[in-house]
């Protein structure tokens, strides 16, 4: 059962689901980690489809990395 699901199962209010810098890949920002978000795009439509809306945090630093 996908997360919306259960909010709406418990009648339980989220119009927002943040994701912190664990998102990542490898704290690379702009890159979802793939074993944790391996269908992101699917993820971010159910999200739109119930009306919640998704906010990434990045915080102040950037990934010193090549071909990054």
Known sequence: MILSQLFKEYNLPCDNIWLDIYFSDNCKYFHFDPQRFHNHENMIE??????????????CH?????NY
Do not use: C
Not at 49 to 59: A, E, F, P, S
Not at 62 to 66: G, P, R
């Open 46 to 59: 159910i999200l739109r489809k119930h009306h919640r809306n998704l906010t990434v945090i990045i915080d």
């Open 62 to 66: 950037l990934k010193v990395e090549e």
